[in-house]
């Protein structure tokens, strides 16, 4: 199985940038296609998860251009900038390359 | 608008069978791939399993954890997708959630329900 690797938390001030890192055990890049199977979810607390990137780097409609994703092949990164209260959740990378799909753990984003 | 409502969350025994279901609203359903993810109370997303939709066979995954107890099936005719979920064990536990697939064959999670919850305890 593929295993996600996220930090467990992040602490950040507000108007500042986080970077959430996710680095997978093996490529998420599928070359015919040029596409990377991971996708980025946002959970608050008491919520469901929320889709926010998906293909790595495409943002679904409706959410911020604050929020981006990057990276190709096993390492990638979900920027917020200028960071806002309301972004105080749990954010999950999620890789859809290869059947069992996995979740990273992950990311506590605090306000410091 | 899109909404996909869970049901048949119960409170059961170790060993007993359980059923969810799970229907969409506002859209399709037979034309989209269907996944479950499961969240332990306090834990992480795990994922569970995807059905794809009748224009790709049906296929269906599984999580190691559930691979042989859980099975998935879809009635297009009713717009309902099913979890049964047999020989139940105590990590089994959680808050189950359908999930909108992106298309009929990509399964990732694009929409999700509100969740049903599973309790296993004798």
């Known amino acids: 199985d593929i295993v996600l690797t996220q930090s467990e938390s992040l602490a950040v001030s507000l108007g500042e940038r986080a970077i959430i890192n996710c680095r997978s055990s093996?490529?998420?890049?599928?070359?015919?296609?040029?596409?990377?199977?991971l996708a980025w979810y946002q959970q608050k607390s008491g919520q469901p998860p929320k889709l926010l990137i998906s293909?790595?780097?495409t943002r679904e409609s409706g959410v911020p251009d604050r929020f981006s994703g990057s990276g190709s092949g096993t390492d990638f990164t979900l920027s917020i900038s200028a960071l806002q209260a309301d972004d105080l959740a749990v954010y999950y990378c999620?890789?859809?390359?290869?059947?069992?799909?996995?979740f990273g753990q992950g990311t506590k984003l605090e306000i410091k | 608008e899109v909404q996909l409502v869970e049901s048949g969350g119960a409170l059961v025994q170790p060993g007993r069978s359980l059923r969810l279901s799970c229907k969409g609203s506002?859209?399709?359903?037979?034309?989209?791939?269907v996944t479950w993810v499961r969240q332990a109370a306090g834990g992480g997303l795990e994922w569970v399993g995807f059905?794809?939709?009748?224009?790709?066979?049906?296929?269906?995954k599984y999580a190691a954890s559930v691979e042989d107890r859980f099975i998935l099936s879809r009635d297009d005719s009713e717009g309902v997708v099913y979890l049964q979920m047999n020989s139940l064990k105590t990590e089994d536990a959680a808050l189950y959630y359908c999930?909108?697939?992106?298309?009929?064959?990509?399964?990732?999670?694009?929409?999700w329900g509100q969740g049903t919850l599973v309790s296993v305890s004798s």
């Open positions: 999930t909108k697939g992106f298309t009929d064959h990509f399964a990732f999670s694009v929409s």
């Open positions: 059905i794809r939709a009748t224009t790709h066979g049906q296929t269906k």
């Open positions: 999620h890789q859809y390359y290869d059947p069992p799909y996995t």
């Open positions: 293909w790595a780097s």
């Open positions: 093996q490529t998420l890049l599928y070359n015919s296609n040029n596409k990377n199977y």
């Open positions: 506002g859209f399709r359903l037979r034309d989209y791939a």
